[in-house]
């Protein structure tokens, strides 16, 4: 059972237990609006098409009867097809409705109503009539004929107490607001008379919302308690309290039609650790558990699960931003599509000139193509891959990647333990891969180092900062050790020319090999493993490396079968068993196998930083390897 079924559940078994209907006021809490930018939200989660006929009605206790002010609305732009609202505005208590049929307008003088009284108010459509109506205290005061239909899912969400749930809000309620709720028919006037002083009964006939407002003082939750689990929260957010009108007890006539007291653990059942089953800080009703991810109101994710796609981030802070209050959203995160996150910072020098090793732009876009394209499994049957975000200062929202100066040599890692420290946002940590880029971390024009696995390296440039596939092949290179991959996948021989990764020596500068001819020729990839095992001892020439394509090993011009040679070596190179002729390796001739790193890539970074306690992988590439 999902998460928000358990949720569902439990809300049937609290607000049905019998103990006996009562004949009493009972109005709870309401909502006191102050105006200046208070108000509260029920998202647009599933409450699906209004057609024809509905109903919505609230009590409300005016302070002003002048100004601008929006009780209830649920209107977006005309290309979200609008909906309804009912207003103060102009001395007209307004209702508005507009979807097929153009819009239809009732109003009534606002004094009507009286400050500091409390009145029922209710807009409802007849679509069988053909009339938009609007009640004060379930009598009419005002129709309007109309062929006004609601036949489109507008995607706004429902909001009290202003005309809007952004920062462009405005038309704020000065006044308290108690009982709304949202019917999918219209209401007859003996159901109205019947019912707008008494609380609803769980589960009615056509009740889509019912919002009670009688949650404790504190609480950020709106509960429905119509059955259809359409919560909501106080201000702009459900994770703050900016923007969150006050609790008050409500003096509004209304007659209790539900059990005289609620069980005493009511309230504490209905918590946000109650409606956040999984501690990622989303609210189960919004975790939709479809893999559709719109908003944070529609999140996709599974509600039983803090980190749905499994790459280490939180469903939370992907979708809400960090506790810390990095923008994680802003930067792309994506809680149902695998994501990783890589800073990038750089030095320049004047060795042979001066020359910056800052990415290339077209360096990057290689590496985030290959993550895009990779065979990698996302929840729900998204579509494959994984979104890499590089932070190289390129501009909003990247304004991370630092330029650290003039620095010809940056050790690892005590002297890039300094820089990160000095330069990487700490907010990042755990969540962010770090890399500079320089010219050298060591006399030997190494071209890199990296923890295995861990979240620091360098890609070290040398001369050949300016070639970006090299530039690209190195940094995925070194990316890799930090995801867990070593130079042949799950092992340390390397050269293997089965094993078609820039993790593989033979491959990593000149890129991978693309048409089965064991040379690199610019592919920027890791190995998906499917290329068959070479039998140094027993090899056949005509098979190659994909099975259909011969390969010379030992260039003698022939396509030979059933012979030996160790062809674990620097490409188009190879030697006799035993000997690794200065290019190969090793000196054995083994059975050498390809290796799935797509499959085995690590995503979560391993917890801790300084001082780390993991494998430091210095790799000996250089350019003329």
Same mark, same amino acid.
């Given at each position: 059972m999902?998460? #928000?079924?358990l949720v569902?559940?439990?809300?049937?078994?609290?607000? *049905?237990a019998?103990i006996?209907?009562? !004949?009493s006021?009972?109005?709870?809490n309401a909502l006191s609006?102050?105006?200046?930018?208070?108000?509260?939200?029920?998202?647009?989660?599933?409450?699906?098409?209004?057609?024809?006929?509905? *109903?919505?009605?609230c009590?409300?206790?005016p302070?002003?009867?002048?100004? %601008?002010?929006?009780?209830?609305?649920?209107w977006?732009?005309?290309?979200?097809?609008?909906?309804f609202?009912?207003?103060i505005?102009?001395g007209?208590?307004?209702g508005?409705?507009?979807g097929? &049929?153009?819009e239809a307008?009732?109003?009534?003088?606002? #004094?009507?109503?009286?400050a500091g009284?409390?009145?029922h108010i209710?807009?409802?459509?007849?679509g069988a009539?053909?009339?938009?109506?609007l009640?004060i205290?379930?009598? @009419?005061?005002? =129709?309007q004929? *109309?062929?006004v *239909?609601l036949?489109?899912?507008?995607?706004?969400p429902l909001?009290f107490?202003?005309d809007?749930?952004?920062?462009d809000a405005?038309?704020?309620?000065?006044?308290?607001?108690?009982?709304?709720? @949202?019917? &999918?028919?219209?209401?007859?006037?003996?159901?109205l008379?019947d019912r707008h002083?008494?609380?609803v009964r769980?589960?009615?006939?056509?009740?889509?919302g019912?919002?009670?407002l009688d949650?404790?003082?504190?609480?950020?939750?709106? @509960?429905?308690f119509?059955?259809?689990?359409?919560?909501g929260f106080l201000g702009?957010?459900?994770?703050?309290?900016?923007?969150?009108?006050a =609790?008050?007890?409500?003096?509004?006539p209304i007659?209790s039609?539900? %059990?005289?007291?609620?069980?005493t653990?009511y309230v504490a059942?209905w918590?946000?650790?109650t409606?956040?089953?999984d501690?990622?800080?989303?609210?189960?009703v919004? !975790?939709?558990n479809?893999?559709?991810?719109r908003d944070?109101?529609h999140?996709?994710t599974?509600p039983?699960n803090?980190?749905t796609?499994?790459d280490?981030?939180?469903?939370?802070?992907?979708?809400?931003?960090?506790?810390? +209050?990095?923008d994680l959203?802003g930067l792309g995160a994506?809680?149902?599509r695998k994501?990783?996150f890589l800073?990038?910072d750089?030095?320049?020098?004047a060795?042979?000139?001066m020359h910056?090793h800052?990415p290339?732009?077209?360096?990057?876009d290689?590496?985030?193509?290959?993550?895009?394209?990779?065979?990698v499994a996302?929840?729900y049957?998204q579509?494959?891959g994984?979104?890499?975000?590089v932070d190289?200062?390129?501009g909003?929202?990247?304004t991370?990647?630092?330029f650290?100066?003039?620095?010809l040599q940056?050790t690892?890692d005590?002297e890039?333990?300094?820089y990160?420290a000095a330069?990487f946002?700490?907010?990042r #940590?755990?969540l962010?891969?770090?890399?500079?880029?320089c010219?050298?971390?060591n006399a030997?024009r190494?071209?890199?180092?990296?923890? @295995?696995? +861990?979240?620091?390296f360098i890609?070290?440039s040398?001369t050949w900062?300016?070639?970006?596939l090299?530039?690209?092949?190195v940094?995925?290179?070194?990316l890799?050790h930090?995801?867990?991959?070593r130079h042949?996948?799950s092992?340390?021989r390397?050269? #293997?020319?089965?094993y078609n990764?820039?993790m593989?020596?033979?491959?990593?500068?000149?890129?991978?090999d693309t048409?089965?001819?064991a040379?690199?020729?610019?592919g920027v990839d890791?190995?998906?493993?499917?290329r068959p095992?070479?039998d140094?001892?027993?090899?056949d020439e005509?098979?190659?490396? /994909?099975g259909?394509v011969p390969?010379d090993w030992?260039?003698? +011009?022939?396509?030979?079968r059933?012979?030996?040679r160790?062809?674990n /070596?620097?490409?188009?190179?190879?030697?006799?068993? +035993?000997?690794?002729?200065?290019?190969c390796?090793d000196?054995?001739c083994?059975?050498l196998?390809?290796?799935?790193?797509?499959?085995?890539?690590?995503?979560p970074i391993p917890p801790?930083?300084a001082?780390?306690?993991?494998?430091i992988t210095?790799?000996?590439?250089r350019?003329e390897d």
């Amino acid at each position: 059972m999902s998460g #928000k079924s358990l949720v569902a559940a439990t809300a049937v078994v609290v607000l *049905t237990a019998s103990i006996g209907w009562v !004949e009493s006021f009972r109005a709870g809490n309401a909502l006191s609006f102050a105006g200046a930018g208070q108000f509260a939200v029920i998202p647009d989660t599933g409450i699906g098409l209004l057609g024809p006929s509905w *109903t919505v009605e609230c009590w409300l206790n005016p302070v002003d009867l002048e100004s %601008p002010q929006r009780l209830v609305g649920k209107w977006g732009s005309e290309v979200e097809h609008r909906e309804f609202f009912i207003e103060i505005s102009g001395g007209r208590l307004r209702g508005r409705a507009a979807g097929a &049929g153009g819009e239809a307008e009732v109003s009534v003088d606002a #004094k009507s109503l009286v400050a500091g009284k409390w009145r029922h108010i209710a807009l409802l459509l007849d679509g069988a009539a053909g009339e938009l109506r609007l009640y004060i205290n379930a009598r @009419l005061h005002a =129709r309007q004929a *109309t062929a006004v *239909t609601l036949d489109r899912d507008g995607e706004a969400p429902l909001v009290f107490g202003a005309d809007g749930s952004d920062s462009d809000a405005s038309a704020f309620l000065r006044g308290e607001l108690d009982e709304v709720r @949202l019917w &999918g028919r219209a209401l007859t006037e003996k159901e109205l008379l019947d019912r707008h002083n008494r609380q609803v009964r769980f589960g009615e006939t056509g009740l889509l919302g019912y919002w009670r407002l009688d949650e404790a003082p504190g609480a950020q939750e709106l @509960l429905d308690f119509s059955g259809h689990d359409r919560h909501g929260f106080l201000g702009g957010d459900y994770d703050d309290t900016e923007g969150d009108p006050a =609790r008050v007890t409500s003096t509004a006539p209304i007659r209790s039609n539900a %059990p005289d007291r609620p069980p005493t653990d009511y309230v504490a059942n209905w918590e946000l650790a109650t409606l956040d089953a999984d501690g990622d800080r989303l609210w189960d009703v919004f !975790e939709t558990n479809d893999g559709e991810y719109r908003d944070r109101w529609h999140t996709g994710t599974d509600p039983l699960n803090p980190d749905t796609d499994r790459d280490g981030l939180d469903d939370g802070d992907e979708v809400l931003g960090t506790l810390a +209050g990095l923008d994680l959203p802003g930067l792309g995160a994506n809680p149902v599509r695998k994501d990783i996150f890589l800073e990038i910072d750089w030095t320049d020098d004047a060795s042979g000139g001066m020359h910056s090793h800052r990415p290339l732009p077209e360096s990057i876009d290689m590496i985030v193509e290959a993550f895009a394209d990779a065979p990698v499994a996302n929840p729900y049957g998204q579509p494959p891959g994984i979104s890499l975000h590089v932070d190289y200062g390129q501009g909003e929202p990247y304004t991370g990647g630092n330029f650290l100066g003039i620095d010809l040599q940056v050790t690892f890692d005590d002297e890039f333990n300094l820089y990160k420290a000095a330069n990487f946002d700490p907010r990042r #940590k755990d969540l962010f891969h770090y890399a500079i880029f320089c010219h050298q971390f060591n006399a030997n024009r190494n071209s890199g180092i990296a923890e @295995l696995p +861990g979240d620091d390296f360098i890609v070290a440039s040398d001369t050949w900062y300016g070639v970006p596939l090299r530039v690209a092949t190195v940094c995925m290179h070194e990316l890799g050790h930090n995801l867990g991959l070593r130079h042949g996948g799950s092992e340390e021989r390397t050269y #293997k020319p089965n094993y078609n990764s820039v993790m593989n020596y033979r491959y990593t500068f000149p890129g991978t090999d693309t048409n089965c001819d064991a040379i690199g020729d610019g592919g920027v990839d890791y190995s998906d493993g499917s290329r068959p095992q070479l039998d140094e001892t027993f090899l056949d020439e005509e098979v190659g490396v /994909c099975g259909d394509v011969p390969v010379d090993w030992n260039g003698d +011009g022939r396509f030979r079968r059933n012979f030996s040679r160790n062809i674990n /070596c620097i490409a188009r190179l190879s030697s006799v068993c +035993g000997d690794d002729g200065g290019v190969c390796d090793d000196r054995l001739c083994t059975t050498l196998r390809d290796f799935n790193d797509w499959a085995a890539i690590r995503l979560p970074i391993p917890p801790g930083d300084a001082p780390f306690s993991g494998e430091i992988t210095d790799c000996r590439m250089r350019p003329e390897d």
